[in-house]
């Protein structure tokens, strides 16, 4: 039986592990590669590293430290932050990414979502919705959340998926940084309505958020960072709860 | 990564003088196999040097990507006459697996043929449930007794990423469940073929590459 994903995201700026609570404030959890073998041995199902600070000039860093992890780790893991052109997806699927996601550059060229598509296939494209309810509707949000767009989040996410993406992580900003759970009713609205993967990011705090997301939110994947960089969740204990609670996982 | 190879019973040095060629061709994500192979102590080459492939103690053929523009580059490069000549152990992986069968519906293309089987495309009878691509950890069921499978650590999960499979045939040694059951890896003779992604598979797609190594 297929099992539901557990992924760390490791933010990364200037080669280190950083994460932001609301993305404002900064945290230094540690280097890249330990915690991405900690979280490989400890049964983490995949890994995702946000490259939070990435310009153009960084990408040569960026793609040395993806080699180093690829060496290192033998489970899947994403890199994002930045990318917008084929060519950048290039560079870091050669350097051993398994996936790339896009975000802002998809949403100002949705173009791109196909032409990646096209060139690398749809299981290497992941495409970044960071969400947000704006009276009562729910609008895609760009730049980490600050920078509304007109674009309504359901509509974007079927749009995503028909171009070519290989999966969705959704990351309502909402929820992110207030450890009150996921945002599992759109969740569950998006991944209903799609074919494709999701990937429910944002509000992680207790271990039955989890067991939501995957029940409630429909979520294929639940994504979550500080919880686990600073031990708060073990992965072994949340994903025994969760064998205990009936959720398909594996051990 | 001597640690590693030593929890599932091989040492670094066991594969270090082993010469194993990595076929390289138009598909992607043939690095990860080539760290995988590093991480147990061995040195593959990545090339498409006929001669290299031949006379290689042991080959791979990784794959990741579309099957039509996959054949087509093959043939052009005369790879396939190669690939089917071949008597040493060979592995193929994912789209690599798909290959060595008949035919595959991905742009109904016709394959290398080494195992009579077809190649299908998932169609999810209901699609809230089953999503496609089939992508995450699944288990591997109903395994014959083969050398590539000894010893496999226990619960027996595997990475898969892929849209079609490989139906169940006498050539399938074990199966995973998605939607049906389907190939989960196939044997006949010296080619071996593996759906899932054993290089991104943790400790048990290690135990895979290194049984297969030991052949």
């Known amino acids: 039986m297929l099992t539901k994903r557990i992924i760390p995201c490791l933010d990364i700026k200037d080669g280190r592990t950083v994460k932001g609570v609301n993305f404002v404030q900064l945290r230094d959890a540690g280097d890249p590669v330990e915690l991405a073998k900690v979280y490989s041995d400890e049964g983490a199902d995949e890994l995702v590293f946000l490259d939070i600070t990435a310009t153009v000039d960084k990408r040569k860093t960026l793609a040395e430290l993806v080699t180093k992890v690829a060496m290192a780790i033998n489970i899947p893991f994403t890199v994002g932050g930045g990318i917008s052109t084929v060519e950048d997806v290039k560079v870091l699927l050669n350097a051993g990414a398994d996936k790339i996601s896009i975000n802002s550059a998809a949403v100002k060229n949705p173009g791109v979502i196909d032409e990646m598509a096209r060139e690398f296939g749809s299981q290497c494209i992941v495409v970044a919705i960071d969400t947000r309810d704006v009276d009562g509707t729910d609008y895609v949000h760009t730049h980490g959340g600050r920078k509304p767009t007109l674009l309504q989040t359901q509509k974007w996410a079927k749009e995503v998926a028909d171009r070519g993406a290989g999966e969705i992580l959704l990351t309502s900003m909402d929820h992110d940084g207030t450890k009150a759970g996921f945002a599992n009713e759109i969740t569950a609205e998006i991944s209903s309505a799609l074919s494709i993967p999701v990937i429910a990011s944002g509000g992680a705090g207790t271990m039955p958020h989890f067991k939501d997301v995957f029940t409630f939110g429909k979520a294929d994947a639940a994504l979550a960072a500080s919880i686990f960089h600073f031990k708060e969740i073990p992965i072994p204990g949340l994903k025994s709860y969760l064998i205990g609670e009936g959720i398909s996982i594996r051990k | ?215």
Request: glycine share 4%; hydrophobic share 40%; aromatic share 10%.
């Open chain 2, 1 to 215: 990564m001597t640690d590693m190879a030593s929890d599932i019973g091989h040492r670094a040095s066991d594969f270090i003088k082993m010469n194993i060629a990595v076929i390289k061709y138009n598909a992607g994500n043939v690095q990860s196999v080539l760290y995988a192979l590093e991480r147990l102590g061995a040195d593959a080459e990545l090339t498409d040097d006929p001669e290299k492939i031949l006379n290689a103690d042991k080959v791979i053929f990784p794959g990741q990507g579309e099957a039509s523009t996959a054949m087509t580059y093959l043939k052009a490069r005369k790879l396939d006459q190669l690939i089917r000549e071949i008597k040493q152990p060979f592995l193929g992986v994912c789209l690599g697996l798909q290959l060595l069968c008949e035919h595959s519906e991905e742009n109904n293309t016709e394959c290398l043929g080494i195992f009579p089987v077809k190649v299908k495309r998932f169609i999810p009878e209901n699609s809230q449930e089953f999503k496609v691509p089939h992508i995450g950890w699944n288990e591997l069921e109903n395994l014959a007794d083969n050398v590539l499978l000894k010893d496999l650590p226990d619960p027996k999960f595997l990475y898969y990423v892929h849209s079609y499979y490989a139906e169940l045939s006498d050539a399938t040694i074990a199966s995973t469940h998605y939607i049906h059951d389907f190939t989960a890896i196939l044997h006949r003779d010296n080619y071996w073929a593996i759906q899932a992604h054993p290089e991104k598979s943790s400790t048990v797609g290690e135990k895979l590459l290194s049984n297969f190594l030991s052949i």
